[in-house]
């Protein structure tokens, strides 16, 4: 059996980033803190370090939907998968937007 | 019958909006559309006067969902709903989400 491979993850352009989309992405709690997560770490994070009060498969469903959306971008090495925050991509299409929802997302995993 | 009232309108108070539920209420283009129209007439405004690309029921659900969200205070006189956006209580506790949202929602209607 192939490995997954980083060429089968879907990764929309910065210009064909959506508003509406990622506000729907960002708009539920897990994927906020998700988002938090990955903009304090400033880096990577795998998806195996994230300690989310949701089951493994409804956590992948949330990345997927983060990714699809353009917020994240990830890639797999080995069998793990890495994500990172399109910190860049999103300051550059909706600036502010990850500054308010950051310090939120904080709030999220404060909660948990 | 009786005619229908401003009291069986819920609407949160400023001090439980969530950031997550006002993030999903805006994160469809109908919604943030009618958000934009909201904001840049700085006035209330009808459910009639929107020219909306879908049906009335539809409508009436979009405007139910920013409700509920804290996003637009609804009142009844007669037959007729007027709408008016949450500015202030939106800038205070999420400061610079309608800056951001407005535009995006002014670029859904020149869409359409």
Do not use: Y
């Not at 906020?32 to 990955?38: F, G, M, S």
């Not at 903009?39 to 994230?50: H, I, Q, R, W």
């Not at 910190?87 to 404060?110: M, N, S, W």
């Amino acid at each position: 059996m192939a490995s997954r491979t980083s060429t089968d993850l879907v990764h929309p352009d910065v210009t064909d980033l959506d508003f509406t989309t990622v506000l729907a992405a960002l708009g539920d709690p897990v994927r906020l803190a998700i988002v938090a997560r990955l903009g304090d770490a400033g880096t990577e994070l795998a998806c195996t370090t994230f300690a989310l009060p949701v089951s493994k498969s409804t956590q992948s469903g949330h990345f997927r939907v983060l990714r699809e959306a353009g917020v994240i971008r990830q890639r797999d090495e080995g069998t793990r998968r890495f994500n990172s925050l399109r910190r860049t991509d999103l300051d550059t299409r909706f600036p502010g937007l990850l500054d308010l929802a950051i310090p939120q997302g904080r709030k999220v995993f404060e909660g948990w």
